[in-house]
């Protein structure tokens, strides 16, 4: 028999042993227990005791509001709080104890309230359903996420930025196609991924201000007939909005789809930053040297230092577009208002938090500790006539229209690789035979140091414009 077995065998033998009584908080119109194989399968306090501070929070601000509106005294309402607190620290000191039968950290807080309060304790459930309760949870959950991934996306965007004054001078391919296409400044690279991250950052912030709204109130589905005051609520919590429609609200999930999304668009630039650096560390390319202690060796190769810590990040994106998959297909076709198949939600998007937060926050150190192999990007840096389209360039300043000087310089390179040549090295008779406009200040701008300094638009690498980027970026960034 497998484990798996023996457990479901255990719990048949258990389940007959139900009573005619059912004491959940729910119970009252039940005539029979809850079947212990129900009772574990739907159970989320395994997961969604990672809430139990904003669960702690939501109360506490809940129940300052039923004061308010004196459906609380103010003693009972700090009998409440101090209470709240109490148990808080109960959970950090790891004392608190969880129980499949209480289902959730909702009942789990409230059952240990009533507990040591009794009736008092009673009364914080008032005017709240568990469904706006666990909305209202998971948005602030939602909301220290987005605050946190922020804080480790600008840490990752200084540790590029940190990079770009000792990497200034290094002149790099890049490539389209994985084919050499034109040269560029090092710090031209490390700034297209501070962008990249940067929309990140604003897409976050952007849904932040969705995910920044109160459900509180909205009760079950249709509100409440007691005189609560949810602008209270939604002050007391730091929420911008207080959502309008109660039968929305408990089915909306929405904020955390996107952050999902979010998080998956964060992980697909992490993965192809991480691509990039693995075949840019083989040592075909030996453009970059990782650390040691971010790589691991072979149990069968000696000679091996792999690029797991780049290779694990750029996996990790898998899972975290499978949990977006997968809270798409769980709000498909759902019918208004709460159903129980939102409880799928919550470890898909801890998940996608937790995959894309450790990625993050090993990407930071690992840029700061690599090293750029000099010696071998400067030897191989004017193969692959990278310096082709400078020359096409200098044409068009002389007068050459585009698709004529793309052909002229088509022929020149032609005539280069034939004679294995870098196209400064080909004589100046060369390029006159091609073209009679060209002077010897051509080779001013042949060679990738040269296609690099002769750049000038706004976005391009022009040094010029690296530099001022990078100055606006540390600006931005305090560094
Ligand atoms: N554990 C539930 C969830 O995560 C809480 C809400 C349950 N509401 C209910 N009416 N059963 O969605």
């Known amino acids: ?27 009252g119109v039940f005539t029979e227990a809850t079947d212990d194989r129900m009772e574990k399968f739907s159970e989320s306090i395994s997961f969604d005791k990672r809430m139990y501070a904003q669960d702690i929070a939501g109360s506490i601000a809940h129940a300052r509001m039923l004061c308010d509106v004196n459906l609380l005294s103010a003693e009972e309402f700090r009998a409440i709080e101090a209470e709240l607190n109490a148990i808080k620290e109960r959970i ?27 009736d008092v304790g009673r009364k914080l459930h008032t005017a709240r359903s568990r469904n706006d309760q666990v909305s209202t949870d998971f948005r602030l959950w939602i909301r220290d996420a987005i605050d946190s991934l922020d804080r480790l996306l600008a840490q990752l965007q200084r540790a590029f930025v940190a990079r770009c004054d000792d990497d200034f001078d290094v002149v790099v391919p890049a490539y389209t196609h994985t084919q050499r296409a034109q040269p560029v400044l090092a710090p031209h690279i490390w700034l297209a991924y501070v962008e990249k991250f940067q929309r990140d950052r604003e897409r976050l912030q952007d849904c932040r201000k969705r995910v920044n709204t109160l459900s509180l109130g909205a009760a079950a589905c249709a509100g409440t007939s007691l005189p609560i005051d949810r602008a209270k609520t939604a002050q007391y919590l730091g929420f911008e909005a207080i959502a309008a429609n109660s039968v929305d609200v408990s089915s909306d999930r929405d904020f955390a789809l996107e952050f999902a999304f979010d998080a998956a668009q ?18 075909e390319f030996s453009f970059l040297k990782l650390p040691q202690s971010f790589c691991t060796g072979s149990s069968i190769m000696p000679q091996k230092i792999n690029p797991d810590t780049l290779e694990l990040i750029r996996g990790k994106s898998a899972r975290v577009i499978g949990n977006l998959t997968a809270l798409m297909t769980l709000v498909k076709g759902l019918p208004l208002a709460y159903n129980r198949d939102l409880q799928e939600d919550k470890e898909r998007v801890f998940d996608s938090y937790d995959s894309v937060a450790d990625s993050l926050a090993i990407a930071a150190p690992l840029v700061a500790a690599t090293k750029l192999d000099r010696d071998s990007i ?30 002229i310089v088509g022929e020149l390179v032609r005539v280069a690789v034939d004679s294995h040549r870098a196209l400064a090295e080909l004589p100046l008779a060369t390029f006159q035979d091609a073209c009679d406009l060209i002077e010897q200040n051509v080779y001013d701008y042949l060679g990738a140091d040269n296609a690099v300094k002769a750049m000038q638009s706004y976005g391009s690498t022009a040094p010029s414009q690296v530099r001022a980027q990078i100055e606006r970026w540390k600006e931005k960034l305090e560094l």
């Open 1 to 27: 028999m497998t484990q798996e077995q023996d457990k479901n065998e255990n719990t048949v033998g258990a389940a007959a042993q139900t009573s005619q009584k059912n004491a959940k908080a729910w119970g």
């Open 266 to 283: 964060i992980a697909l630039h992490l993965s192809g930053w991480a691509e990039d650096w693995i075949w840019q560390s083989t040592v």
């Open 378 to 407: 400067a030897k191989r840096i004017n193969q692959g006539y990278l310096d082709a389209t400078s020359l096409m360039e200098y044409l068009i300043r002389c007068g050459v229209p585009q698709r004529a000087a793309h052909g």
């Open 92 to 118: 950090e000191q790891g004392v608190f104890q969880y129980s499949t039968a209480l289902e959730d950290i909702h009942m789990h807080i409230e059952k240990a309230l009533i507990d040591k309060l009794g």
